[in-house]
């Protein structure tokens, strides 16, 4: 079975633009977290939808949005971009919300944004 | 403010011996810890969990423990393999923050041979 899929791997935008990421998770999941790691921190929680609804969000601009597809593909999208906006984003796919606390989250490998 | 913290940014460790990383978290809403591992160009892997109503969970060669009195949980590795040489994430939750999970800064773990 493939696992959690993100493209592009690699991007470099200049500061201004709008980049979108996207993220295919893993079949029959339908939860799909968004993170971004910078280097030497952890992954911070962006975004999180279940079912197409927005069901969290972390402490970012509203240049950061997301939407989820009815094939619960996602797409992550930062307008504006900013120099700070440089990291690795990670897609994370669950299989349903908070049953069991037995549904970890899978990860994929995420997109290196660098913005010059 | 930085909820969940891993003071130690590295830790080395000879083969075969202990390998013990601590985690430290302030928000006394956390009721649910996990650690990931992330090798270089992965995306963190899932290890082990442990829920609020345990203070102790073992998976094969990992051991995590939790002391909640002092909001503290440490991951215990025995016996250490070279391939265990990654970056160790201590991750928390809580209830119905869906699965909202907050990443400490990670331990970059050297199993020497």
């Known amino acids: 079975d493939a696992g959690v899929t993100q493209s592009p791997t690699h991007l470099i935008k200049t500061r201004g633009q709008q980049v979108t990421l996207r993220c295919s998770p893993i079949?029959?999941?339908?939860?799909v977290s968004w993170y971004q790691q910078v280097l030497g921190q952890g992954p911070q929680f962006i975004f999180q939808?279940?079912?197409?609804?927005?069901?969290g969000r972390g402490n970012f601009p509203d240049r950061f949005s997301a939407r989820q597809f009815p094939n619960y593909s996602s797409e992550l999208n930062v307008n504006a971009l900013l120099l700070g906006d440089s990291a690795l984003y990670l897609c994370?796919?669950?299989?349903?919300?908070?049953?069991?606390?037995?549904?970890?989250?899978?990860f994929g490998p995420g997109t290196r944004l660098t913005v010059l | 403010d930085q909820q969940v913290k891993q003071n130690s940014p590295s830790l080395s460790v000879q083969e075969g011996r202990i390998s013990i990383l601590n985690c430290d978290y302030t928000?006394?809403?956390?009721?649910?810890f996990l650690w990931y591992k992330k090798y270089p160009a992965e995306g963190p892997t899932f290890l082990i969990s442990?829920?609020?109503?345990?203070d102790k969970n073992e998976d094969g060669r990992f051991t995590v423990f939790l002391n909640k009195s002092a909001k503290h949980l440490s991951l215990h590795i025995v016996p250490s393999q070279p391939g265990d040489s990654a970056v160790y994430f201590c991750?928390?939750?809580?209830?119905?923050?869906?699965?909202?999970?907050?990443f400490g800064p990670g331990t970059s773990l050297s199993v020497i041979p």
């Open positions: 928000n006394s809403m956390f009721d649910y």
């Open positions: 994370a796919s669950g299989s349903s919300l908070r049953e069991g606390r037995d549904n970890e989250q899978f």
């Open positions: 079949s029959g999941h339908k939860s």
């Open positions: 442990i829920s609020s109503i345990k």
């Open positions: 991750a928390a939750s809580a209830y119905r923050s869906y699965d909202k999970v907050i």
């Open positions: 939808y279940y079912e197409k609804e927005e069901r």
